[in-house]
């Protein structure tokens, strides 16, 4: 029988009850624990109040993969993270007295006895330290103090299990131990299968637990009972390694490591670290010129020569880490907070998520040395369709690459850029994805990616203008400016009047006519004239691309209006039809101004008429609605009112308890229940806010 996680529903009857502890700002369906990359993805689900001791810590998809944590004070054993099972020991639960998570952060103080415990859970957020920002580790750091005025013995003890390094928990993993300065213990699957997925966990490379060796610390390796109860019942491990290598649920291999705090009295102890990450090289196939196959690896690697030096350089950084997470939170909170607190909680729980499902990549040179200036940054859509580099994932996501680093947007619109210079795509408008399953940016030589041609030309116009623009950097317009006129072209050619087609909004269906897909289709033109100014380009198609973009906008009011002239229609000619103009956002960003006021202010009036219990439905269709889109509606909003309308609605859903998984981008506005999709990069777009 699996003693150390029966796979039951993840919310147990003392997650489901309301929460017993203070929640700062709220209780989400989610926290982030150790969210670095796609691979590397550890959430508490938790709903409406699961503490960090009373459910297993999950990868986004809801799949266990194995944390625990336990300290003991005075002889006397607590578990604080995880939800084991120890038939040869006994144990209490620490109670947890509150929570709190920031954009880099998650942290709990848990109650153990006469000492309470603060676990930290720091997943850095360094976008302008490339190396930094690629290295695939997170860390989890484990303080004490004494609440009683007396002095205490206290030991710490943590493990994770071999589940963190597959999909299929069928398959056999053989793992290591070293103890150095560093004690790390590594594990991976004996076959192991490049450029792979099981269940979105990727099939290749290793998963490393570490800390910091003292003369307090101890290790162990082996079955999940036998580790957990050798600290329980020691208060330490015997720096055993079992060498029986097994399937990841034979007896479930846990790789434990553990500190004696010693005397721990009112003053908050040093934490002692913990690094957990996942590695694995080469990161990514991505597709050159004649179908040829490039393998690119994380950028990290041109700065070190093995793991065991990225984990002592991470381990002895946590300090610089700490504090330049929190110099960080604050100008997020910041920043965010000119709008509301409501909106602030929004962002802290977007940016780890948003930025998780990235990597940045590099290329060798032929000697085998890294090309450090071949950057490239890959992003997976995680959730849905598991794509590279889809260009309607990272439109959404744009703004917090704006905000907090607009060069990682270049090096994602680059390999777009590059792929479709070699000629290969053979559709003359924008390329959907770089690739249809991740970590394989192969392409679409075939033409048979989906179609989304407007919707993904727009996109790309739009965003390559505002990096420019946010930079002064006008290098990439400049080496692809073919590009951008031929993709423009077909704007000219279709946006006005859209043919059926799918928009971003793919599950809603094709449409013919779409309003909102032709106001991105006209900016995009708009932009165009923008673009071929600050290249250098003839004055006679700069004024051929604005005069067509404004004639269209005439048109476009008359085709989009309903027969009310209260709202646009979501569809030409369907007046009773609306829909999210969010598309309007762009021009507002790029500061095109082809819309006139008025368009704006009519909205405005129109969605607070229309608004549910949790935001406005995404149109009229359904009852649901996007969260991204809402944030980027809310900041075209004329008014605080309005604008607020959407923010309250939202930070209302996130705070609803209904919800279990991390944070989604699709959920309904009258139930507050999710719609699917979750740990979507896509969130990044509620800071759309902060980049206007």
């Known amino acids: ?127 302008t330290d490339l190396v930094k920002q690629s290295i695939p580790f997170a860390y989890m750091a484990v303080s004490a103090v004494s609440t009683d005025g007396a002095s205490h013995s206290v030991q710490v003890y943590s493990d994770i299990s071999a589940e963190w390094v597959s999909g299929d928990n069928s398959l056999e993993v053989d793992w290591s131990t070293t103890a150095d300065s560093v004690v790390t213990h590594q594990v991976q699957l004996v076959s192991q299968i490049p450029f792979t997925e099981i269940n979105d966990h990727t099939q290749y490379g290793a998963a490393f637990y570490s800390t910091l060796s003292t003369n307090n610390t101890t290790f162990q390796s082996g079955q999940d009972v036998v580790v957990r109860a050798q600290f329980i019942n020691n208060g330490r491990l015997t720096n055993g390694q079992d060498t029986n290598f097994r399937a990841v649920s034979n007896d479930w291999p846990v790789f434990g490591l553990s500190h004696d705090l010693g005397t721990v009295g009112s003053t908050l102890t040093t934490p002692v670290v913990f690094s957990v990450g996942h590695v ?21 690697w041109s700065q070190f020569s093995c793991t065991s030096a990225v984990i002592s350089s991470f381990l002895g950084d946590f300090a610089g880490a700490l504090s330049r997470a929190r110099a960080f939170d604050s100008k997020v909170a910041a920043d965010a907070s000119k709008i509301s607190a409501a909106y602030a909680s929004i962002v802290a729980l977007s940016i780890r998520q948003a930025l998780g499902a990235i990597e940045i ?30 260009v309607d994932v990272i439109f959404p996501s744009w703004p917090v690459l704006l905000y907090t680093n607009p060069v990682l947007g270049k090096y994602l ?27 394989n940016a192969t392409g679409h030589n075939d033409g048979n990616d989906e179609p989304m041609p407007v919707e993904e030309s727009g996109n790309m116009v739009i965003m390559a203008l505002s990096y420019a623009q946010k930079t002064g950097d006008n290098s990439q317009l400049a080496q692809y400016v073919a590009l951008l006129a031929q993709w423009t072209q077909f704007l000219i050619d279709d946006s006005l009047i859209p043919a059926n087609q799918i928009s971003t909004d793919d599950f809603a269906g094709a449409l013919a006519n779409q309003t909102n897909l032709a106001i991105k289709g006209i900016i995009g033109i708009g932009a165009m004239a923008q673009i071929n100014e600050l290249v250098g380009g003839s004055a006679a198609a700069t004024a051929n691309y604005s005069a067509i973009a404004s004639s269209y906008v005439s048109q476009f009011q008359t085709l989009a209006a309903s027969s009310s002239g209260q709202h646009l229609t979501l569809s030409y ?3 009773s039809s609306w829909g999210l103009t969010y598309n309007l956002f762009a021009d507002k960003l790029l500061k095109l101004n082809l819309f006139p006021t008025s368009i704006y202010t009519m909205q405005t009036a129109w969605y607070k008429t229309v608004a549910n219990e949790f935001g406005v439905p995404l149109d009229t269709r359904h009852t649901y609605t996007k969260s991204d889109w809402q944030i980027w509606t809310a900041a075209i909003m004329t008014d ?53």
Do not use: C
Request: net charge negative; proline share 7%; charged share 10%.
């Open 361 to 390: 990549t590099l290329s060798k040179n032929p000697n085998g040395s890294f090309n450090v200036s071949d950057v490239l940054v890959f992003l997976k859509e995680i959730s849905s369709d598991g794509n590279v580099n889809t």
């Open 640 to 692: 605080t009112t309005a604008r607020d309308l959407f923010i309250t609605a939202e930070s209302k859903w996130a705070a609803d308890g209904l919800n279990s998984a991390p944070l989604s981008d699709w959920y309904d506005t009258l139930s507050g229940q999710d719609q699917g999709f979750s740990a979507r990069p896509v969130v990044g777009g509620h800071l759309a806010q902060l980049i206007v």
């Open 413 to 439: 619109l680059e390999g777009l850029f590059r792929y479709q210079a070699t000629g290969q795509y053979p559709n003359k408008w924008s390329v959907h994805d770089l690739g249809a399953s991740y970590p």
């Open 573 to 575: 000619g369907d007046s």
């Open 1 to 127: 029988m699996r003693s150390l996680h029966l796979l039951l529903p993840l919310l147990s009857a003392s997650a489901t009850s309301a929460i017993s502890w203070i929640a700062n700002p709220f209780n989400p369906a989610a926290i982030p624990l150790a969210v670095r990359s796609p691979y590397l993805s550890a959430w508490l689900q938790q709903g409406n109040g699961a503490a960090l001791n009373d459910v297993w810590p999950t990868f986004w998809t809801g799949q266990i993969v194995g944390w625990a944590g336990f300290v003991k004070v005075d002889g006397k054993p607590f578990s604080f993270l995880g939800a084991p099972s120890v038939p040869a020991a006994t144990f209490s639960k620490a109670v947890q007295l509150n929570s709190t998570f920031t954009s880099t952060q998650s942290i709990f103080v848990l109650s153990a006895g006469p000492v309470d415990i603060t676990v930290t859970f720091l997943s850095p957020v360094e976008p």
């Open 280 to 300: 694995r090289d080469p990161a990514l196939q991505y597709i050159v010129a004649n179908d040829a196959l490039q393998t690119r690896s994380l950028y990290f």
